[in-house]
Structure formats: C-alpha cells, structure tokens
C-alpha cells in the first residue's frame, strides 16, 4: 500500500493505492493536518509509504520573491567579481577540489553581525566538488540564525554557478517554510517522501536542504496519474483545478521536462516538468457575467462568492449546494462559454490527437473543448485525484555529481569528500569508473529504501575524464559524471 497527497492550491487530494485505489478530496481549509489525519483514519501512515507532492510554498514565494530578503554569501575566489549576487566572503576551493584559501572567520561574523535579512544563503564557487567552504561558514552562521533558515548551494548540484547562487537563493526563501510542513507530516506519516516536479520522489531529507525540487510539482504528478490511470502516453493532460487549469505534455509516457527554469529573472538548475497555465478555474470569481483571474470559495461549497463553478450549477449541473448557487442570477452559459473558448485555443495551439481531463470540473468541460478543437478524449476513473494517484504509482529518482581524481586520491560526491574508490595514482577506464559511480547512487537509494524495481535504471546524463600527465607520465585520472535513476511510474 502506497499513500499520494498532492497539496493544490484550493483542495489537497490523497489517493491509497493497493490491490485497489480509494481518494479522498478535502479543502485546504481543514490544512495538510486535517488530511492526514482524515486518511489515517483508511491507513496506517506510520507503517506505509507515504509521498506528499506540493508545489505551494514555492508559490508563495515566488509571487512575494522580494518580501522575503536573502543575504546572499558568495565565495567565488581570487579575481572573480561576483558582487551582484551578494556579498564576497575570502575563501577559495579551487578547480580540482582543494582548500586553495581559507575562510577569515571575524569576516564571516562580521557581516553577519551588520546586515539584515529573513534567510541566508551561501554559495562558494565548485563547492560541488569540495563543500568545505560552505560547511565551515554554515557553522558560523548558525550561531546567529537558525540552520533551516540557511541554504547552501552545493546540495542543489551543478557547475553553473550564477544559476547555483540564485538556486541557493531561492532555497533560502523556502527552506523555513518546507522544514516546518515537514515536521507537520512527520507527527502523523514519520519517514516519507516528497514528489518532485520531475517526476520522482526522493527522501524528505534532500528536499529539506534543496527545496527547490518542489517546483511544478503538482503538474507533474497529474500527468503522471492520467497516464497510469489511463495508459495513455502521448496526450495533452488538462487539469481544471479551483485556481487554474494546467496543461501537461505526456510523451512516450512521460511529461516533457524543461531544464534551468528562471525564477524572478535569473535562472536556476531547477529541473521541472515543462507546463503551463491558465489562471482560470472552478473557483474563478464571475463578475458583471465576466470570468476572473482570482479565486475564492464558492457558494455551492458554502463560500460567498460566484464563481465558474456556481455558473455550471445555472446551468442545469447540480455540483454541491446546487441551490445556493442558483439563488444568484447569471448568463450562465456567456460565461461556461467564456471558459471553454480560452481552453480551446490554448489547445489549438498544440499538436496533439487526444486530451485526457483531470480535476473535478473535468466531466463537465472536457467533451465540449475535445469536439470543438477535433481531438479525441478520456477522462479516467478517479479523474478527480489524479494527481494524488500519480504521486503514490511514482519511483524514486536521484540525481547524483561525482569527481574522481586518482592522482590526488579522493572522491566527491554531491560536494560531499570520500577516499577514492580507485587506488591513488591508477588509470582507469571510462566503464570502470561510470560502474563506480553507478554503485554509489544505487547504495543512496536503498538507504533510503528504494527497491530493486526502483533502481534498476540509471541513466549517465554527462560524462568526462582525462589523463593527468606530469614530466611525461601519466600521473592519474580525473572524471566528472553526472548519473540519474529516472521518474516513472512504479506500476505499469
């Protein structure tokens, strides 16, 4: 038994998948709280996976980014001007992994001490290979701020440092934020899992320190539960939630994923699925017979306001408190037709031959865009939650950054320095050293509790190594490599 809870943002569904699937749709006015204990009520959370997809914190923050200040610690080295992105600290690990220079201590507390600021992020130039640096002003910054308020760049990968700095950034906004929901789902599921917007679930403990992972979660997941639930794989998924409708590729089984997304102007090394939105949803406010891009609760659920999906009740539908929803007069269908015209053309746009429709609204609005855009349709049995089923039929998946240096005899992974794995100053082959690497995320994923189904596909994403020659001779060897065990769907 698996248990998915997708956190949207009016409703969180949760679906338990075992020999059969059962969900459950509650409104996040009962909080993430209320969920968990509605659903332990079905299942015992403690004893069972439990994987909890939400892209809501991320939201948040990137529609107030600048309420929210970041002091930005960068430690790029000698020579290297990288002020706009925050303030230089001393310091260096330089190309290949070694403390070139030191950290001045007084200066760390120094500027800690002058400024301030919500969050902290530090971030020190190829700390993916070496993270010293980082962890040694990590220390003294936790003597003035509290550790899940800080964000250090190298658990977020990647050699592209602006793109590293400002991902560091952006942990540092959420990180508070996603350590404290953590602890909440850990008080009723213990250990468990976060889904991610590749795709994958990983362990709560890598999304503490790179919350980032988080993004486009939700998307994600629909895609992933209309095609389990369907078996389709190439379709356009289209999600009517309250706030907005999603539109999600699904190709050859899986949702195309778009890499190093921006986040309020600077790019990131966030990995996420590649949608879109509309902000228009069953919760979208009419006004003046006008549908509008905000939300709110509406009459048919005890709210006070009229929205889309009191206007189907006009309609003839009878979708909650039908009753309430009808004491308001309304063109009904102007405004049904209002919703459906920009749905259509947004389809238009996109190539594609069926539509599979999720969302509770999806019975209502998918057959009409389907016949006036050409395409065929589906909507699946537990069209409503598919997005908390895709959650609980996903696979784990890691992402992990090696360096190799034989001459110099050490390892680095994700940042993190070990003995080399390969006697000091030997030369091995390319094969060797990839078999090496892929052992070493396989070990992380089954202490983390992946299973043998879940590991068995690890993919090399980037792969480099040289010879290291000194006075003729060949003194070792160096490699970067880049391997990923990759999303998909537990049970097909």
């Known amino acids: 038994m698996i248990i998915g809870i997708d956190v949207g943002g009016t409703n969180t569904d949760a679906a338990i998948v075992s020999d059969e699937i059962k969900t459950i749709k509650l409104s996040n006015d009962v909080g993430i709280g209320g969920v968990l204990r509605k659903v332990s009520k079905m299942a015992d959370l403690k004893n069972e996976k439990v994987v909890v997809s939400t892209s809501w914190p991320l939201n948040l923050i990137i529609s107030k980014f600048n309420e929210y200040h970041t002091f930005s610690l960068v430690i790029p080295g000698p020579g290297l001007n990288y002020s706009e992105y925050g303030v230089i600290l001393k310091g260096y690990i330089n190309h290949r992994g070694d403390v070139a220079e030191e950290i001045d201590e007084e200066e760390v507390e120094r500027v800690v001490k002058e400024n301030k600021f919500d969050n902290v992020a530090i971030s020190s130039k190829f700390s993916v290979r070496n993270s010293y640096i980082e962890d040694r002003i990590f220390e003294i910054v936790k003597r003035f701020v509290d550790g899940k308020k800080v964000a250090l760049s190298h658990f977020a990968g990647g050699m592209n440092f602006p793109a590293r700095i400002h991902t560091a950034v952006v942990n540092a906004k959420i990180k508070e934020t996603v350590h404290d929901l953590t602890e909440l789902i850990k008080g009723y599921a213990g250990d468990f899992y976060y889904f991610k917007g590749d795709g994958g679930i990983v362990p709560y403990q890598i999304v503490l320190e790179n919350p980032s992972e988080l993004y486009n979660s ?25 706030t907005s409708t999603d539109f999600v590729e699904l190709v050859n089984g899986m949702p195309r994923i778009v890499e190093g997304i921006d986040i309020a102007g600077r790019r990131t090394l966030i990995r996420c699925v590649d949608s879109f939105s509309i902000p228009f949803g069953g919760d979208s406010l009419v006004v003046d017979g006008k549908l509008r891009p905000q939300s709110g609760k509406s009459l048919a659920f005890g709210g006070q306001n009229f929205t889309l999906t009191d206007a189907l009740n006009c309609a003839g539908y009878e979708i909650g408190d039908y009753r309430a929803s009808r004491a308001v007069k309304c063109d009904a269908e102007s405004v049904i037709e209002q919703y459906i015209s920009v749905v259509a053309s947004m389809v238009e746009n996109i190539e594609c031959s069926k539509i599979v429709g999720t969302g509770y609204l999806a019975p209502y609005f998918i057959p009409e865009i389907a016949k006036r855009v050409g395409v065929e349709h589906v909507i699946p049995e537990h069209y409503e939650a598919a997005n908390a089923v895709g959650v609980a039929v996903s696979k784990i998946s890691l992402t992990l950054y090696a360096r190799i240096d034989t001459e110099k005899g050490f390892a680095a992974y994700n940042g993190s320095v070990e003995d080399c794995p390969f006697r000091v100053g030997s030369l091995p082959d390319d094969e060797q050293i990839l078999e090496v690497v892929t052992d070493k995320i396989v070990e992380i994923a089954r202490k983390f509790g992946a299973s043998d189904e879940e590991v068995g596909n690890v993919r090399p994403i980037y792969f480099n190594s040289f010879t290291v020659v000194r006075g003729g001779m060949k003194r070792g060897i160096i490699a970067d490599v880049i391997v990923q065990i990759e999303p998909g769907i537990r049970y097909e």
């Open 218 to 242: 939700s998307p994600a997941a629909v895609a992933l539960g209309a095609r389990y639930l369907t078996g389709e794989k190439d379709a356009l998924v289209i999600d009517i939630g309250g």
